[in-house]
């Protein structure tokens, strides 16, 4: 079983920066694909970004040149900085994580919260 524990969430002004973190725990598991999505009140969790094993990324277009996720395989963590932050961003920021071991899994973290005020 694979736990995930997300960190970096907080208030912060439009036009601010954040950066999360996720870090995926267990044993015998391997790490494919991460990402974050995020859920706003009232509206359905969306993919913010992903990125593959071999670094491979896409993002969603209302983040793009301004958020960069980014890996560190060997601590099986997964970041998302996050600049020039807009109040639309304000939503919990999820972590979600492919990992095989006997068979496909994907986990979720358990969200962590971004407010920004304009």
């Known amino acids: 079983q694979v736990q995930l524990v997300e960190s970096g969430g907080g208030l912060v002004q439009a036009g601010g920066s954040l950066r999360l973190s996720c870090a995926a725990s267990g044993s015998r598991f391997i790490i494919s694909a991460m990402g974050w999505f995020r859920q706003a009140p009232g509206k359905q969790r969306e993919l913010v970004a992903r990125?593959?094993?071999?670094?491979?990324?896409n993002y969603a277009d209302s983040v793009k040149g301004r958020f960069t996720i980014s890996r560190d395989n060997a601590k099986n963590t997964v970041y998302l900085q996050m600049n020039s932050l807009k109040p639309e961003d304000t939503a919990v920021y999820y972590c979600n994580v492919q990992t095989y071991s006997t068979t496909w899994v994907n986990s979720w973290g358990q969200g962590t919260q971004v407010t920004v005020s304009s």
């Open positions: 990125i593959s094993r071999v670094g491979s990324t």
